[in-house]
Structure formats: C-alpha cells, structure tokens
C-alpha cells in the first residue's frame, strides 16, 4: 500500500536548522500536492508548506522567510528544510500528499516526525 515516511526530525537548539523528509512509497502513478502540518500538544494540526507538482510554493506567515519546502520527483520525496527554528516550532510535523495509485486517487499523511527546539 502507499506509505509516507517522515524523517529527520529531533532536538535542536533555538537559532538552529533542520531538515525533514518525507518519502512516498507503494504502487504510485503520480503525486499532486504535498504538504507539511504540524501539530503542537494542547493545538490543532496546521498547514506550514505546501507544494505543486510543478514547485509552486505556499507557506504559514508564521514560517516565511525561514523555511523552505522542497521536492525530487524521481525520489517521490518532499524535504522541509528549518532554519532560525524558535521554541514555538516545536510539535510533531506530519507530511501530507494527493497520490494516484493502484488503489485511486487519494490524500495520505504520514506518521509524524517530532521536532523540539531548546531555548
């Protein structure tokens, strides 16, 4: 079945970089958009990045200027590159993408990946 799998996530100081991936797996035709969420404990899940299947980008104003969400379409990966991270971005980020597959055209998310940023 189709798979995301997040990675890269983990504990970083304040003023710090990171970098997320995010790799699609499985019987895929083709991938439309994907995305980064996050979610903080005690907060609702939301959009930080997303991007087209062509590149075009759309980010969060709370992110602008510091990240920057990236695809390889050979890879099926989708990166979210972090950097000037604050203690606020701390949460769980989750990918998220519309895929055609064997089993249809879809949205799936990914497992989470935890990311804490120390003051």
């Known amino acids: 079945q189709v798979q995301l799998v997040e990675s890269g996530g983990g504990l970083v100081q304040a003023g710090g970089s990171l970098r997320l991936s995010c790799l699609a797996s499985?019987?895929?035709?083709?991938?439309?958009?994907m995305g980064w969420y996050r979610q903080a404990p005690g907060k609702q899940r939301e959009l930080v990045a997303t991007?087209?299947?062509?590149?075009?980008?759309n980010y969060a104003d709370s992110v602008k200027g510091r990240f920057t969400i990236s695809r390889d379409n050979a890879k099926k990966t989708v990166y979210l590159q972090m950097n000037s991270l604050k203690p606020e971005d701390t949460a769980v980020y989750y990918c998220?993408?519309?895929?055609?597959?064997?089993?249809?055209?879809?949205?799936?998310w990914g497992q989470g990946t935890q990311v804490t940023v120390s003051s």
């Open positions: 998220n993408a519309d895929i055609d597959s064997a089993y249809g055209y879809r949205n799936y």
């Open positions: 991007i087209t299947s062509s590149g075009r980008t």
């Open positions: 499985g019987s895929i035709r083709s991938i439309a958009n």
